[in-house]
Nanobody
């Protein structure tokens, strides 16, 4: 069955960096877009970043543009999110999600599997 396992979250200081990883299994990883979404306490889901199946195109929310970078290694079935210049407002539970298609769209209906999430807390 499809499994998505996130890792790399933790506590970071403002201005610091973290690198999230999502290890995927149970499907042909190289055929599907992958995404990161986050949910902060009391707030709705925010699509943070997405990447096409072949890595040819990426998406970033305006709130993270220029600070976060998504990448994937299709040989390792893993997608990454490099987070730099972290801000307290980046504090959230970060989920990895599998797209239904090879291209990415920041909508719930374009994703069919989700990981449990990894907590990111940015605080001094």
């Amino acid at each position: 069955q499809v499994q998505l396992v996130e890792s790399g979250g933790g506590l970071a200081q403002p201005g610091g960096s973290l690198r999230l990883s999502c290890a995927a299994s149970g499907f042909t990883f190289s055929s599907y877009a992958m995404s990161w979404a986050r949910q902060a306490p009391g707030k709705g889901l925010e699509w943070v970043s997405g990447i096409y199946s072949d890595g040819s195109d990426t998406y970033y929310a305006d709130s993270v543009k220029g600070r976060f970078s998504i990448s994937r290694d299709n040989a390792k079935n893993t997608v990454y999110l490099q987070m730099n210049s972290l801000k307290p407002e980046d504090t959230a539970l970060y989920h990895c999600a599998k797209g239904r298609y090879s291209d990415f769209a920041p909508t719930d209906t374009d994703h069919d599997y989700w990981g449990q999430g990894t907590q990111v807390t940015v605080s001094s």
